[in-house]
C-alpha cells in the first residue's frame, strides 16, 4: 500500500513539473523509476512510454482544436519515427536476448547521454532561439523532417526518451515554424510515437500497467496545478535548477 502512494506521489510531483517547467516526462520520470523505485531499466522505459502517450492525448487535442499543428509535418516525421522506434525496440529485444538482465545497464548509460544533452540543449534554448529568429528555414524538404524523426524514433524505442524535447530542439534548428505550431505539431506526433513505442513495448512484457496507471492518477491533477502555478512562481529558474539537476543525474547513470 506504501508503495502504491510512493508511486502515485511520484506522478504528481511529476505532473506539476511538466505543467510547470515544459521539461518532458520521460526525462524526468526515468531516473526516478529507475533510482528511486527500483524499476527494472527495460520496465522502465516501456512503462515511462505508454504513460507519456496518455500525458500527451489531451494536449495534442487542445492543439489541433486550436488548429496549431502542421499535418502535413506530423505525416513526415512519423514515416521516420515509427520504423525508428521498431528498430530501437529490436536492438533493445537483440540485447536482452544476447546478454539478459545485462541489457539494463546499456539502458542506463543511453539514458544517462540523453539527460546530459538534453538539459544542456533547454538550458541554451534560448540562445538558440535568438540566433535563429529571423533565420530562413534550413531545411525545406518533407524528406528532411524524416530523418529527424527516424533518429528520435530510434531513441524513443530504446529510452522513450526525446518524443517531444529532441525533436522540437532539431525542428527548431532546422525549421522555422511559429513557437505555438512547433509545439502543437511535436506534442501531436509525440502521441502517434509514443503509442507506437508503448505498445511495442507492452507486447514484449516490458510494461507495468499498474504502474502506468498509479502514475497517471497522480500526474493528472499534478499536471493541472503545475500548468495554474506557471504565472506564480519563477519558472526560468525552476527550469534551469531542473536541469541542473537532471544533468548530475546523467553524470552519475554514466559513472556509476
Known amino acids: 500500500?506504501?508503495?502504491?502512494?510512493?508511486?502515485i506521489v511520484v506522478g504528481f510531483v511529476v505532473g506539476v513539473l511538466i505543467g510547470l517547467t515544459g521539461v518532458?516526462?520521460?526525462?524526468?520520470?526515468?531516473?526516478?523509476?529507475?533510482?528511486?523505485?527500483?524499476?527494472?531499466?527495460?520496465?522502465?522505459?516501456?512503462?515511462?512510454?505508454?504513460?507519456?502517450?496518455?500525458?500527451?492525448?489531451p494536449a495534442g487535442l487542445l492543439h489541433l482544436r486550436k488548429g496549431t499543428v502542421r499535418k502535413k509535418v506530423v505525416v513526415?516525421?512519423?514515416?521516420?519515427?515509427?520504423?525508428?522506434?521498431?528498430?530501437?525496440?529490436?536492438?533493445?529485444?537483440?540485447?536482452?536476448?544476447?546478454?539478459g538482465n545485462g541489457v539494463n545497464d546499456f539502458i542506463k548509460?543511453?539514458?544517462?547521454?540523453?539527460?546530459?544533452?538534453?538539459?544542456?540543449?533547454?538550458?541554451?534554448?534560448?540562445k538558440i532561439e535568438e540566433r535563429i529568429?529571423?533565420?530562413?528555414?534550413?531545411?525545406?524538404?518533407?524528406?528532411?523532417?524524416?530523418?529527424i524523426g527516424l533518429v528520435a524514433g530510434f531513441l524513443v524505442g530504446m529510452t522513450s526518451v526525446g518524443s517531444g524535447s529532441i525533436i522540437m530542439m532539431l525542428l527548431l534548428l532546422f525549421y522555422s515554424f511559429q513557437p505555438k505550431v512547433n509545439v502543437g505539431t511535436d506534442i501531436v506526433h509525440a502521441v502517434i510515437l509514443t503509442g507506437v513505442t508503448g505498445f511495442l513495448h507492452f507486447r514484449l512484457g516490458n510494461v507495468d500497467p499498474t504502474l502506468v496507471a498509479t502514475l497517471l492518477i497522480g500526474s493528472i491533477p499534478g499536471?493541472?496545478?503545475?500548468?495554474?502555478?506557471?504565472?506564480?512562481?519563477?519558472?526560468?529558474?525552476?527550469?534551469?535548477?531542473?536541469?541542473?539537476?537532471?544533468?548530475?543525474?546523467?553524470?552519475?547513470?554514466?559513472?556509476?
Open 1 to 7: 500500500m506504501e508503495l502504491l502512494a510512493a508511486k
Open 24 to 57: 518532458g516526462g520521460g526525462v524526468l520520470l526515468l531516473p526516478v523509476l529507475i533510482f528511486g523505485l527500483r524499476v527494472p531499466a527495460i520496465v522502465a522505459v516501456g512503462s515511462d512510454a505508454l504513460f507519456n502517450f496518455f500525458t500527451k492525448i
Open 76 to 99: 513526415s516525421l512519423a514515416m521516420g519515427s515509427v520504423p525508428g522506434s521498431i528498430c530501437g525496440v529490436a536492438l533493445l529485444t537483440h540485447l536482452r536476448h544476447l546478454y
Open 109 to 126: 548509460m543511453a539514458i544517462g547521454v540523453l539527460l546530459i544533452v538534453i538539459p544542456t540543449l533547454l538550458l541554451l534554448q534560448t
Open 133 to 147: 529568429a529571423h533565420r530562413p528555414p534550413t531545411l525545406r524538404s518533407f524528406a528532411g523532417m524524416s530523418v
Open 223 to 256: 499536471g493541472l496545478l503545475g500548468s495554474h502555478l506557471t504565472t506564480r512562481v519563477p519558472v526560468i529558474w525552476l527550469r534551469r535548477l531542473l536541469c541542473t539537476l537532471l544533468l548530475i543525474t546523467g553524470a552519475r547513470m554514466l559513472w556509476a
